[in-house]
């Protein structure tokens, strides 16, 4: 077993900060040479406390240092409900000699020995490391001792993670429990964080000043030097002070290299970068999410410094309403994130640094508009489609944002994402016949019309995160193209509906999904039917199937020629609205189909488990298949303002339509919930209630605690799976 030779550490700290000493206090100082006296080079972690007059610990640590030790270090005490009002750091750099195993002397063959000459082999090896020297001034933020041995274990688990090179890990931990902090501030920061920054870059040859003047805020000495570690700027030496209020904080940098920096660009950007970063953990309390945004803000500010306008960008987003809407942003969804601010991060800046937009209600006509001007502008298809889809992005962000920074309800919400999806049909469909008809010409039938269908939530305009677009398309009838009759009509449609699915760019089980399936014949008919051929497939000899009907209570146009449009409803209502008895045993047992082999055995699927969602909207539609052959007013395709109607009808209890609608809109907004973090329209299983998860889920459902969405999700779920044993449609 190998020993190590330490060098005189006291010697090596004077050397490497000559001027420390005198900038300490006698406290912090007694603690530094504490640490040094009992040096070992090993990787482990050492603490110290010495308990203060006045109800406060100076704690030193000394442990394995690497880019994101003192963000680690001091998220643990602040996780451990203790505010840092002091602190000193430093990085302190030895070299260990560690001595090498003897070498063996070769065997001597018999006979003359060759000349060589005689190789001298090291007996030592020489290794750089590098410590963190850290001593804290810290109070309880609660009145409480801390526990000391609690906190020795974690630090001595951190060390062990440094020396295996797993630091990440432990920057993870941290962030979560930090968050977990961040949620039980009482308080919303509303103010604007009055900073002011300063660097230097003469008085140390080694090392960039920078110091901060400010408020402080909760955890900023863990978020900031989180946020510095992103940027992979290193901290060697930092010195915080607290006084009334308000810190004085200075921190020696280097960058990746270790190396100085010296240019005015770089250390304007430092400058501009640290107010963005004060400014943003100022407002963290008020994110859904503290830890998820963190990561985001992180991930972003990393983003920037690779753009060339970076600099100008940051001034602008230092705004803090701006820098509110940020926050509210980044907490609350992984899916908008990765989906816009990454892959689309063009969209984010346009709509964030416009205020008086975010709180605009665009109309489809404003919208449309919009994009006919922008595509008259292209100079070719392929650009048409560009420009096209860069407004149908920035608009959907644009109400996704304005859904979760509270300017909309989820009501709202849904209305304003179905608006903006008639606009996108419409006008990608148009964009589609003119691209089709440069090939073949315009289809004829005196002339040849056609009609767009929406059906299941854009039907009833309950669109929201991850809602598909489902669509029927329908032409008036037979006939050839125009004079060069190179096609017929349903070619024609066939090919400008898969012009179509071209057009509209989505990311699968994303935003925008076009979803065909409730087509004549499904997946297995033409992408587009003739009117003749769609009142036959629904007709009394046609082949529709049963559970079709429920489906279509939910069909309005949306896009198309108006009359066209009005026959394809008349053949709706006489198959919806027919005489004919439902078939509520037939229903019941798709249904029951639908749940056994959907939902994964032992998971709890909020929309199609017994008592999922769509048990609420099966049952309003056969409410209204029963009551709408006889009333007009019956027949609405929103699944609210269906369960409204016939309440005011008299065909509800008002008890009933009062629970209908509190479970439907619990349920839906679940599903919005599960969607806007996972960015999967699909997954839609509710997480275990004792998982991290699930908490996560109630907090950003707006639920005191996860054990208070855990029982409100067996009421509303119950009250729906029973709904047809108790009260079935009459």
Same mark, same amino acid.
């Given at each position: 077993?190998?020993?190590?030779?330490?060098?005189?550490?006291?010697?090596?700290?004077?050397?490497?900060?000559?001027?420390?000493?005198?900038?300490?206090?006698?406290?912090?100082?007694?603690?530094?040479?504490?640490?040094?006296?009992?040096? &070992?080079?090993?990787?482990?972690?050492?603490?110290?406390?010495?308990?203060?007059?006045?109800?406060?610990?100076?704690?030193?640590?000394?442990?394995?240092?690497?880019?994101?030790?003192?963000?680690?270090?001091?998220?643990?005490?602040?996780?451990?409900?203790?505010?840092?009002?002091?602190?000193?750091?430093?990085?302190?750099?030895?070299?260990?000699?560690?001595?090498?195993?003897?070498?063996?002397?070769?065997?001597?063959?018999?006979?003359?020995?060759?000349?060589?000459?005689?190789?001298?082999?090291?007996?030592?090896?020489?290794?750089?490391?590098?410590?963190?020297?850290?001593?804290?001034?810290?109070?309880?933020?609660?009145?409480?001792?801390?526990?000391?041995?609690?906190?020795?274990?974690?630090?001595?688990?951190?060390?062990?993670?440094?020396?295996?090179?797993?630091?990440?890990?432990?920057?993870?931990?941290?962030?979560?429990?930090?968050?977990?902090?961040?949620?039980?501030?009482?308080?919303?920061?509303?103010?604007?964080?009055?900073?002011?920054?300063?660097?230097?870059?003469?008085?140390?040859?080694?090392?960039?000043?920078?110091?901060?003047?400010?408020?402080?805020?909760?955890?900023?000495?863990?978020?900031?030097?989180?946020?510095?570690?992103?940027?992979?700027?290193?901290?060697?030496?930092?010195?915080?002070?607290?006084?009334?209020?308000?810190?004085?904080?200075?921190?020696?940098?280097?960058?990746?290299?270790?190396?100085?920096?010296?240019?005015?660009?770089?250390?304007?950007?430092?400058?501009?970068?640290?107010?963005?970063?004060?400014?943003?953990?100022?407002?963290?309390?008020?994110?859904?999410?503290?830890?998820?945004?963190?990561?985001?803000?992180?991930?972003?500010?990393?983003?920037?410094?690779?753009?060339?306008?970076?600099?100008?960008?940051?001034?602008?987003? !230092?705004?803090?309403?701006?820098?509110?809407?940020?926050?509210?942003?980044?907490?609350?969804?992984?899916?908008?994130?990765?989906?816009?601010?990454?892959?689309?991060?063009?969209?984010?800046?346009?709509?964030?640094?416009?205020?008086?937009?975010?709180?605009?209600?665009?109309?489809?006509?404003?919208?449309?508009? !919009?994009?006919?001007?922008?595509?008259?502008?292209?100079?070719?298809?392929?650009?048409?489609?560009?420009?096209?889809?860069?407004?149908?992005?920035?608009?959907?962000?644009?109400?996704?944002?304005?859904?979760?920074?509270?300017?909309?309800?989820?009501?709202?919400?849904?209305?304003?994402?179905?608006?903006?999806?008639?606009?996108?049909?419409?006008?990608?469909?148009?964009?589609?016949?003119?691209?089709?008809?440069?090939?073949?010409?315009?289809?004829?039938?005196?002339?040849?019309?056609?009609?767009?269908?929406?059906?299941?939530?854009?039907?009833?305009? &309950?669109?929201?995160?991850?809602?598909?677009?489902?669509?029927?398309?329908?032409?008036?009838?037979?006939?050839?193209?125009?004079?060069?009759?190179?096609?017929?009509?349903?070619?024609?449609?066939?090919?400008?509906?898969?012009?179509?699915?071209?057009?509209?760019?989505?990311?699968?089980?994303?935003?925008? !999904?076009?979803?065909?399936?409730?087509?004549?014949?499904?997946?297995?008919?033409?992408?587009?039917?003739?009117?003749?051929?769609?009142?036959?497939?629904?007709?009394?000899?046609?082949?529709?199937?049963?559970?079709?009907?429920?489906?279509?209570?939910?069909?309005?146009?949306?896009?198309?020629?108006?009359?066209?449009?009005?026959?394809?409803?008349?053949?709706?209502?006489?198959?919806?609205?027919?005489?004919?008895?439902?078939?509520?045993?037939?229903?019941?047992?798709?249904?029951?189909?639908?749940?056994?082999?959907?939902?994964?055995?032992?998971?709890?699927?909020?929309?199609?488990?017994?008592?999922?969602?769509?048990?609420?909207?099966?049952?309003?539609?056969?409410?209204?298949?029963?009551?709408?052959?006889?009333?007009?007013?019956?027949?609405?395709?929103?699944?609210?303002?269906?369960?409204?109607?016939?309440?005011?009808?008299?065909?509800?209890?008002?008890?009933?339509?009062?629970?209908?609608?509190?479970?439907?809109?619990?349920?839906?907004?679940?599903?919005?919930?599960?969607?806007?973090?996972?960015?999967?329209?699909?997954?839609? &299983?509710?997480?275990?209630?004792?998982?991290?998860?699930? &908490?996560?889920?109630?907090?950003?459902?707006?639920?005191?605690?996860?054990?208070?969405?855990?029982?409100?999700?067996?009421?509303?779920?119950?009250?729906?799976?029973?709904?047809?044993?108790?009260?079935?449609?009459?």
């Amino acid at each position: 077993m190998t020993t190590e030779i330490a060098p005189s550490v006291l010697d090596e700290f004077q050397e490497q900060w000559p001027d420390a000493r005198s900038d300490l206090d006698p406290p912090t100082a007694s603690l530094i040479d504490a640490l040094l006296e009992r040096w &070992d080079s090993g990787g482990g972690a050492h603490l110290l406390v010495e308990p203060n007059d006045e109800g406060s610990w100076t704690v030193g640590v000394r442990i394995p240092d690497r880019l994101g030790t003192l963000s680690v270090v001091s998220g643990l005490f602040t996780n451990s409900g203790l505010d840092i009002f002091r602190a000193d750091t430093f990085t302190l750099v030895t070299e260990v000699e560690t001595p090498l195993p003897v070498r063996m002397r070769r065997r001597r063959e018999p006979g003359p020995q060759p000349t060589v000459p005689r190789r001298r082999f090291p007996t030592v090896a020489k290794s750089r490391r590098e410590h963190a020297l850290i001593v804290f001034r810290l109070r309880s933020a609660d009145g409480r001792s801390p526990d000391w041995k609690k906190i020795r274990g974690e630090l001595g688990t951190f060390a062990d993670q440094v020396s295996e090179g797993d630091i990440e890990t432990a920057r993870a931990g941290v962030i979560d429990r930090f968050a977990h902090k961040m949620r039980r501030e009482s308080h919303r920061n509303e103010i604007r964080a009055e900073t002011e920054i300063s660097t230097d870059s003469t008085s140390y040859p080694r090392h960039t000043l920078l110091t901060i003047r400010s408020v402080d805020t909760v955890g900023f000495l863990f978020a900031f030097t989180n946020a510095l570690t992103s940027l992979r700027v290193n901290v060697r030496r930092a010195r915080v002070r607290t006084v009334e209020g308000r810190v004085e904080d200075t921190f020696w940098l280097t960058d990746s290299s270790l190396g100085k920096i010296k240019s005015e660009r770089r250390l304007r950007q430092a400058r501009v970068a640290a107010a963005l970063i004060k400014q943003f953990t100022h407002l963290l309390p008020n994110a859904p999410d503290p830890a998820q945004a963190l990561r985001q803000f992180n991930s972003l500010t990393a983003q920037l410094l690779a753009r060339p306008d970076w600099i100008s960008e940051l001034h602008d987003l !230092e705004s803090p309403g701006v820098l509110e809407t940020l926050a509210e942003l980044m907490g609350f969804s992984r899916f908008l994130w990765e989906d816009f601010l990454r892959m689309q991060h063009e969209n984010l800046f346009p709509v964030l640094l416009d205020p008086e937009g975010l709180n605009q209600v665009r109309a489809r006509n404003e919208l449309s508009e !919009e994009m006919k001007r922008a595509a008259s502008r292209a100079a070719s298809p392929e650009e048409r489609v560009r420009v096209f889809n860069e407004i149908k992005d920035r608009e959907m962000f644009r109400v996704d944002l304005r859904y979760i920074t509270g300017r909309t309800d989820f009501s709202e919400f849904g209305q304003e994402v179905t608006t903006l999806a008639e606009a996108v049909v419409e006008r990608a469909f148009e964009m589609s016949i003119v691209n089709v008809a440069e090939r073949h010409g315009l289809p004829t039938e005196a002339p040849c019309t056609w009609a767009i269908m929406a059906l299941g939530k854009f039907g009833g305009r &309950d669109m929201g995160f991850g809602s598909d677009i489902e669509l029927a398309f329908v032409y008036e009838g037979e006939g050839r193209a125009d004079e060069r009759g190179t096609v017929n009509n349903s070619t024609f449609f066939e090919e400008a509906v898969r012009e179509f699915l071209k057009t509209v760019e989505t990311r699968e089980h994303g935003v925008f !999904e076009i979803d065909l399936r409730l087509r004549p014949y499904g997946s297995k008919g033409p992408m587009a039917s003739s009117l003749a051929a769609f009142a036959d497939y629904y007709g009394p000899s046609g082949d529709v199937r049963p559970f079709e009907r429920l489906a279509l209570v939910r069909m309005r146009p949306v896009a198309g020629d108006c009359e066209l449009a009005r026959r394809v409803i008349s053949v709706q209502e006489a198959f919806v609205y027919s005489a004919e008895p439902l078939d509520v045993d037939n229903m019941l047992h798709l249904r029951r189909r639908q749940a056994d082999e959907l939902v994964e055995p032992g998971k709890l699927n909020a929309k199609l488990s017994p008592g999922g969602v769509v048990d609420i909207e099966y049952y309003v539609q056969a409410w209204q298949i029963s009551r709408g052959r006889e009333d007009r007013d019956a027949r609405m395709t929103g699944t609210v303002e269906a369960v409204e109607s016939l309440c005011s009808r008299g065909y509800l209890p008002e008890d009933l339509s009062h629970r209908l609608r509190e479970s439907y809109q619990f349920l839906r907004q679940l599903i919005e919930a599960l969607r806007a973090v996972r960015g999967h329209s699909k997954d839609l &299983d509710v997480p275990p209630p004792d998982s991290k998860e699930f &908490d996560h889920l109630a907090h950003r459902l707006g639920m005191r605690s996860p054990a208070r969405l855990d029982a409100m999700l067996g009421e509303q779920m119950d009250f729906a799976r029973d709904l047809w044993k108790e009260r079935p449609p009459s």
